[in-house]
């Protein structure tokens, strides 16, 4: 009976790896697309969306299934619950990627207003924070999960300043002010996507530990 | 041969039927994973990328990041090869660095010294003339000494910042209408402090707007200030623009490459000051604090 609940955990485990890694793959081609101007590599990363959709479904009905089967209790419940919740906030994370994408493909369309530094800073944390939640719930590591919560006060800092250096280029020059806005929401969407992340880093610390990470 | 392996700088795992049979110490750090914890589990949950998973299924190379590291795989039948490439490529990228430095060091001197070996070529008093070859010869020594690399000295006489203006004006062209409040002498090599007022006003001429002031005076700690001010208007983060390839707002559309303040900032280390930007009254400033021992 424990063994059949084991590989039913196990085989959750590997289909949110799946998520994760979809969606990491889903942020790292938007962010291409913006960096290089390539709204191919945007349109990629918009397709693989529905990829990650199909699999939010698939996790929720095998988590379903399992408490079903097995009426799981404590840790074990909590697993399920916590895989539960965490999916939801990983597809509005990939919907975030998306919407970089899509900003990324109409930003294409023009000369960039400046080298872009500070959101491949941001993309490349949240890249750390989204294989940090992968390692917390494949090694039940509230350690990792805690590092999460850390990353994600990085990219508020980088969204503060990118968003002073753009309300910046915007009281310059008002012809800069239609990219900067996009620019803005680029950002909106990274930080967005962080804090994404962060509700799943929580839910695993009370997972693994029973209490609510304290900030 | 596990044996080796287990104490290997290489990464190796070992998989077969999609689960993870053996990965050593090195595969696990640079995984970032607990080998206890993936051992006999899916290949997914110690490669935690779909794209790595595919790339062990049909060989070949690939490189990935993770956890901040660069890391490049082989995939045989069966196994995976990792290297860790990280400090490789903070090499090959302070390499890249360097040479931009370089680059950015000597584009305007070698613009300057083209101009002034062409006044040579014109009407020139024999005065005017020896004037400029004085410059040339003591660019040509500056540029030499940039190249070696060499820290710079302390000055044996303490000698007037205003004496480094003809040599800024004959190598920057709008660097005549400068308005000078800079009093005081200085005990630190002239030729490094001239790379830093070349590269701070070749900025506010560039990117700010007039009058452009080249000002010194006395900070707390018994330190001077040195710096160049111009009448742009605020800038959102000052710290900021002293990281390399980092441009200001007004420098859209205008040729450079975010490395001059860097190298400011590292030349004022060099003596034991430190650099700065702030906001003075209507003016943007940039400089360098002197310490005590550098001026008087």
Request: aromatic share 6%.
């Given at each position: 009976m424990r063994q059949a609940l084991e590989q039913e955990i196990g085989k959750v485990i590997e289909l949110f790896l799946r998520m994760a890694s979809k969606t990491k793959e889903m942020l790292e081609e938007a962010t291409e697309g913006l960096v290089r101007g390539d709204p191919q590599r945007a349109q990629a990363a918009i397709a693989k969306d529905r990829e990650v959709d199909a699999l939010e479904a698939a996790i929720?009905?095998?988590v379903i299934a399992a408490i079903a089967r097995h009426q799981p209790v404590a840790g074990d419940l909590r697993f399920f619950v916590t895989v539960l919740k965490a999916v939801t906030d990983l597809e509005r994370a990939a919907d975030y990627a998306a919407h970089v994408a899509e900003d990324a493909a109409v930003l294409a369309q023009e000369p960039p207003l400046k080298r872009?530094?500070?959101?491949?800073q941001m993309a490349r944390r949240l890249g750390e924070m989204l294989d940090l939640v992968a390692k917390s719930v494949a090694e039940k590591d509230a350690g990792a999960a805690m590092k999460v919560l850390e990353l994600d006060d990085d990219v508020d800092d980088l969204y503060e300043q990118l968003t002073r250096e753009l309300i910046t280029y915007m009281l310059e020059d008002p012809r800069t002010i239609g990219k900067a806005l996009t620019l803005l929401r680029v950002a909106r969407s990274y930080e967005r996507f962080g804090d994404h992340l962060e509700n799943i880093a929580e839910r695993v610390v009370y997972w693994v530990t029973g209490q609510t990470p304290h900030r | 041969m596990r044996a080796a392996w287990e104490s290997a700088e290489e990464g190796i795992l070992l998989h077969s039927e999609g689960r993870v049979r053996y990965l050593n110490p090195a595969a696990a750090r640079m995984l970032g994973v607990d080998r206890r914890a993936v051992i006999g589990a899916p290949l997914l949950f110690a490669l935690r990328d779909e794209r790595l998973e595919r790339l062990a299924g049909s060989g070949g190379?690939?490189?990935?990041?993770?956890?901040g590291r660069v890391i490049e795989v082989r995939a045989l039948p069966g196994r995976l090869h990792l290297h860790d490439r990280t400090a490789l490529e903070r090499a090959e990228r302070a390499l890249a660095e360097g040479r931009a430095v370089l680059f950015h060091e000597l584009r305007t001197p070698v613009a300057?010294?083209?101009a002034l070996f062409e006044a040579l070529g014109g009407d020139l008093t024999p005065e005017e003339a020896a004037e400029v070859r004085g410059l040339i010869q003591a660019e040509l020594a500056r540029l030499a000494r940039l190249v070696e690399g060499r820290r710079p000295e302390r000055a044996a006489n303490p000698w007037p910042i205003e004496a480094l203006r003809p040599r800024l004006e004959r190598l920057l062209p709008g660097a005549a209408g400068l308005v000078w409040q800079a009093p005081h002498r200085l005990r630190l090599e002239a030729d490094a402090v001239f790379q830093i007022l070349l590269n701070l006003v070749e900025n506010a001429l560039k990117y700010g707007r007039p009058p452009v002031r080249v000002v010194s005076q006395e900070a707390g700690g018994g330190r001077l200030r040195?710096?160049?001010?111009?009448?742009?208007?605020?800038?959102?983060?000052y710290p900021a623009l002293f990281r390399p390839g980092r441009r200001g707002v007004h420098a859209a559309g205008v040729r450079g490459s975010g490395l001059g303040l860097a190298i400011v900032r590292r030349i004022a280390r060099g003596f034991g000051g430190e650099a700065y930007g702030r906001r003075v009254g209507e003016a943007n400033a940039f400089g360098v604090y002197i310490p005590p021992e550098g001026w008087e």
């Open positions: 929720e009905n095998e872009y530094v500070l959101l491949p | 190379r690939g490189r990935f990041e993770r956890g300057g010294l083209v040195l710096e160049v001010q111009d009448g742009g208007p605020p800038l959102p983060d």
